[in-house]
């Protein structure tokens, strides 16, 4: 293998690949309802919190990951995340981490969808879970309340 070949397989992936970033986080509630239900800037240190865990345990092999966050009253925290690759057993145990962080105080149910990359990929909307929720119901799911529904009950 030459040299040009060793260079541009780093390129693409190896040594000198994009670091992960953040690149978006979506609300999946009106912004009005968002900040009746809690302090936006609770809300705010906790997205950080999220992202920080999820830059810092990013495996070399990912590529994009889309996370979905729910946080509802008692500050329990639920969190599913989609890799790209998918890497099954990493996303499981990420999940749980994230998870295991404490959401901030809300009056009533609160969602958001994080994305991140490495460079450019096209991402899905949200995790397979919530996806596979939606397509497996014989009635159209509203979101984000009507999946939350059928993966988190009370």
Partial sequence: ??????????????AFAAPPAM???????????????TDVEQLSVY??????????SWPAEVQGAV??????????ARVWIETLPESLEHD???S?????????????????AMYFSRGSIELPQLP????????ASTQALQLPDGVLRELWPE
């Fill in 128 to 135: 397979r879970a919530w996806r596979d929720v939606a397509a």
């Fill in 92 to 94: 499981a145990t990420l």
């Fill in 23 to 37: 690149r978006s986080v979506t609300l999946l509630q009106p912004e009005s309802e968002i900040e009746a239900r």
């Fill in 1 to 14: 293998m030459g040299i040009f070949s060793k260079l541009l397989g780093a390129l693409k992936g190896g």
């Fill in 47 to 56: 997205i950080e919190e999220l992202q920080l865990i999820v830059l810092t």
């Fill in 67 to 76: 996370l979905a966050a729910a946080v509802r009253p008692g500050r329990e």
């Fill in 96 to 112: 749980q981490s994230l998870s295991d962080v404490e959401g901030p105080v809300v009056t009533d149910v609160v969602s958001f």
